[in-house]
């Protein structure tokens, strides 16, 4: 069973350190200190030992927009502001065959120095499923073209800030 | 009060087959029981969990599942079809205290034959409808009834 379980949410706010306070005082939740640096601002929360939720920012960012796969206006509310669903999975070539046999486009995300890799989709009503593939790194010459409408790598360099490399 | 750890997400969509059949050949889940909330669901499962939950959405849903849970929105695409995000959690009476001294809003429903008893309400920055998650055994022994069951619907 590739796809194993649900994982986080992520939600881009209107206001990233009220609504970190508002899952921390309200709900209880414990900020995590494990987040990479994705090149744009956020959190991740802990609900006991599961990080569930992930929180980005409004504010224009180029990055985070690149990342996620649109552009995030200002001004959006309630579920609107849901990016989307994440989910762990195993067997990243199984899973990608699969939805390239369905003629889903993917969007692949790589961390090899994290070791995850991922595969962004979306459902028929255009909601944004992520995929992570824990501790699995890509042969991204080997992937290239195998059904993907764009693939970014994200990398340390020598020190510096993340540095996104884009493909297709 | 303790949040132990994100439990589904409820999807409202135009099509409930489409929506089903694709999570379930794309993505390899398998759709599974669900109580009877008295308008139509399919929960979606990996291994033994519900993971998704869909309903109707659009600007036709049901009565009853206004009457049950609202709708935040009639948007028909993106992520505005995201109705909900739960949580399971034990600590109901500590978090109902907690969340009256906070001055939050909250409402109480029950699904009778799940054992379900389900606290939501808003993140206020964005929004965002949250469910809480709940045995019903805990309300049953804190003595702590809903506003609406969901057998009480017709």
New interface residues.
């Given amino acids: 069973m590739p796809i194993t379980e649900l994982n986080h949410y992520l939600l881009v706010a209107k206001n990233l350190e009220r609504t970190r306070n508002f899952y921390q005082k309200v709900l209880g939740l414990k900020l995590s200190d494990e987040r990479p640096d994705f090149g744009f601002p956020g959190y991740w929360l802990k609900a006991g030992e599961h990080i569930c939720v992930h929180l980005a920012s409004q504010a224009p960012n180029r990055i985070r927009d690149q990342f996620l796969l649109k552009k995030h206006p200002k001004g959006t509310r309630g579920s609107g502001s849901v990016d989307h669903i994440a989910f762990l999975a195993k067997k990243a070539e199984e899973v990608r065959k699969r939805i390239q046999k369905h003629g889903i486009e993917m969007h692949y995300r790589s961390f090899p120095e994290s070791g995850l890799f991922q595969i962004f989709l979306k459902d028929p009503d255009d909601v944004t499923i992520e995929l992570n593939f824990l501790g699995e790194v890509i042969d991204e010459n080997a992937w290239r073209g195998k059904g993907s409408a764009s693939a970014v790598t994200l990398s340390k360099s020598r020190g510096r800030r993340t540095a996104a490399r884009r493909q297709n | ?9 409820l ?1 409202q ?3 409930l087959a ?2 089903r059949d ?2 379930v ?5 398998r759709v599974g029981p669900h109580p009877d909330f008295k308008f139509p669901v399919v929960w979606l499962y ?2 033994d ?1 519900d ?2 939950h869909v309903s109707g ?1 659009g600007a036709r849903v049901s009565e009853n599942r206004k009457r049950y849970l609202g709708q ?2 009639q ?11 739960a ?1 399971y959690a034990t600590g109901l009476k500590q978090m109902i205290e ?2 009256r001294r ?1 001055g ?1 809003p909250f409402q109480q429903r029950m699904v009778n034959d799940q054992g379900l008893y389900q606290l939501f ?1 808003k ?8 469910e ?1 998650s709940y045995t019903n055994a805990e309300a049953a022994a804190a003595g702590i009834r809903p506003e609406l069951m969901a057998s009480g619907l017709r």
Avoid: Q
Avoid at chain 2, 25 to 29: P, S
Avoid at chain 2, 123 to 130: F, G, R, S, T, Y
């Fill in positions: 009060m303790p949040l132990e750890r994100i439990d589904h997400c999807l969509t135009t099509d489409a929506t694709w999570y050949k794309a993505l390899g889940m990996l291994g969990k993971v998704l959405g935040e929105s948007a028909e695409a993106g992520s505005g079809v995201i109705d909900h995000i949580f907690h969340l906070l939050i309400l993140d206020p920055v964005n929004d965002v409808k949250i809480l």
